[in-house]
């Protein structure tokens, strides 16, 4: 393994030669669904750079961020339990399968210890205190939702079963020593499924490169996991785009959920709305956005729009309060997000790092960063 295997590997061999066959991918890169810029014309890594050097203090919280110490190993099992640990890390529990989404435990959101540190107080949960998880679910490769340690310690632990995530991002796990026999890649459009008993089913079989394109029916006592697309990009160095990135559409049983990941906002959120809502509970993000970079994180107000083109009945909020990767005050986006949210009558819960939401049950709604003076 190389000296530096925080910054994973490339797609290569076989697997890079499914990379170039997507439709998603040209000119030596995969591309967005309409034109996104990373960085708002004029705008500048220096100036943005200048800019966080003197950020406001009211970036981090001025105290330690409560949470609720819940038992995720006896979560309840009759409805889905959704469990948030900050940022976008989250557990997900429906008809007895465990997801875990984009978990980083390492208490930073970058390459280097020292920087991206987490706030204080968001870090009470660890890999020692999951329950057995069926499949890790990793929406992308940036640093704050494929995070090395956490992924080694996962693995070590024999915890996770299955790791489903998108197009050449297996190449980062195999590289970390995940048997490609455990890993499911998926392009957008494209469908994968699971089953307790059996593990993942391609095509029929366990074994196997290819998925079923289109929506992905469960059968009993299986669950689908669909990519759909983002705007966002991808990338652990300077040579971006290698890997894809995708939202998630997850059904089982009478159940269906939408795992947005990261992504500003675009045409897609109605286009899966139209062909795979309504849905339960949508997970979007809220926070880390920025005047200079408005195509690739949504501001608080897109994303209640997005909730209501996918025509989902309950919105959790999430990519914020953990880290500080943009100039914000810390809790700008839910104060936007919920009063925007008011406005427009979508229902929102805002649970405390660890406290369990149970859809048709407990619907945390509390504004506990309120007391939380900023």
């Given at each position: 393994m190389a000296i530096f295997p925080v910054f994973g590997k490339n797609p290569s061999g076989k697997r890079l030669k499914r990379v170039e066959d997507s439709s998603n991918y040209s000119r030596d890169a995969f591309n967005n669904p309409e034109p996104t810029e990373l960085l708002l014309k004029g705008s500048s890594y220096f100036k943005m750079m200048r800019e966080y050097w003197n950020k406001p203090k009211n970036t981090t919280p001025p105290v330690v961020i409560p949470s609720v110490r819940t038992d995720l190993r006896a979560l309840p099992a009759d409805k889905p339990v959704i469990v948030w640990f900050g940022h976008s890390s989250y557990l997900l529990k429906v008809k007895g399968i465990h997801i875990l989404v984009d978990p980083v435990f390492s208490g930073h959101a970058s390459p280097v210890s020292f920087f991206g540190k987490s706030f204080p107080g968001t870090d009470v949960y660890g890999v020692d205190d999951l329950p057995e998880i069926d499949i890790v679910l990793l929406t992308h490769d940036h640093y704050d939702h494929l995070d090395h340690e956490t992924i080694l310690q996962l693995s070590g632990s024999g915890k996770a079963r299955y790791f489903f995530t998108s197009l050449g991002v297996g190449s980062h796990l195999e590289y970390w020593g995940i048997s490609p026999e455990r890993i499911v890649e998926l392009d957008w459009w494209e469908s994968g499924r699971y089953s307790p008993a059996k593990g993942p089913i391609?095509?029929?079989?366990?074994?196997?490169?290819?998925?079923?394109?289109?929506?992905?029916?469960?059968?009993?006592?299986?669950?689908?996991?669909?990519?759909?697309?983002?705007?966002?990009?991808?990338?652990?160095?300077?040579?971006?785009?290698?890997?894809?990135?995708?939202?998630?559409?997850?059904?089982?049983?009478?159940?269906?959920?939408?795992?947005?990941?990261?992504?500003?906002?675009?045409?897609?959120?109605?286009?899966?709305?139209?062909?795979y809502g309504p849905f339960e509970l949508a997970v979007l993000e809220s926070g880390q956005y920025g005047k200079n970079w408005p195509d690739i994180h949504m501001m608080p107000e897109q994303t209640v729009t997005a909730t209501q083109e996918l025509h989902a009945r309950l919105l959790l909020p999430v990519h914020w309060c953990k880290f500080m990767l943009s100039v914000h005050a810390w809790d700008e986006p839910i104060r936007r997000l919920v009063k925007s949210a008011e406005e427009k009558k979508v229902r929102v819960t805002t649970p405390q790092i660890g406290e369990p939401v149970i859809l048709d049950s407990i619907i945390p709604q509390k504004k506990w960063w309120e007391s939380i003076s900023s």
């Amino acid at each position: 393994m190389a000296i530096f295997p925080v910054f994973g590997k490339n797609p290569s061999g076989k697997r890079l030669k499914r990379v170039e066959d997507s439709s998603n991918y040209s000119r030596d890169a995969f591309n967005n669904p309409e034109p996104t810029e990373l960085l708002l014309k004029g705008s500048s890594y220096f100036k943005m750079m200048r800019e966080y050097w003197n950020k406001p203090k009211n970036t981090t919280p001025p105290v330690v961020i409560p949470s609720v110490r819940t038992d995720l190993r006896a979560l309840p099992a009759d409805k889905p339990v959704i469990v948030w640990f900050g940022h976008s890390s989250y557990l997900l529990k429906v008809k007895g399968i465990h997801i875990l989404v984009d978990p980083v435990f390492s208490g930073h959101a970058s390459p280097v210890s020292f920087f991206g540190k987490s706030f204080p107080g968001t870090d009470v949960y660890g890999v020692d205190d999951l329950p057995e998880i069926d499949i890790v679910l990793l929406t992308h490769d940036h640093y704050d939702h494929l995070d090395h340690e956490t992924i080694l310690q996962l693995s070590g632990s024999g915890k996770a079963r299955y790791f489903f995530t998108s197009l050449g991002v297996g190449s980062h796990l195999e590289y970390w020593g995940i048997s490609p026999e455990r890993i499911v890649e998926l392009d957008w459009w494209e469908s994968g499924r699971y089953s307790p008993a059996k593990g993942p089913i391609r095509n029929g079989g366990v074994a196997g490169d290819e998925v079923a394109p289109g929506i992905g029916f469960a059968g009993e006592g299986e669950i689908s996991l669909t990519a759909t697309p983002g705007r966002h990009f991808s990338g652990r160095s300077l040579h971006r785009n290698q890997t894809l990135w995708s939202s998630f559409v997850v059904k089982i049983a009478e159940h269906s959920f939408f795992l947005g990941g990261d992504s500003g906002y675009g045409k897609h959120f109605k286009k899966i709305g139209e062909q795979y809502g309504p849905f339960e509970l949508a997970v979007l993000e809220s926070g880390q956005y920025g005047k200079n970079w408005p195509d690739i994180h949504m501001m608080p107000e897109q994303t209640v729009t997005a909730t209501q083109e996918l025509h989902a009945r309950l919105l959790l909020p999430v990519h914020w309060c953990k880290f500080m990767l943009s100039v914000h005050a810390w809790d700008e986006p839910i104060r936007r997000l919920v009063k925007s949210a008011e406005e427009k009558k979508v229902r929102v819960t805002t649970p405390q790092i660890g406290e369990p939401v149970i859809l048709d049950s407990i619907i945390p709604q509390k504004k506990w960063w309120e007391s939380i003076s900023s």
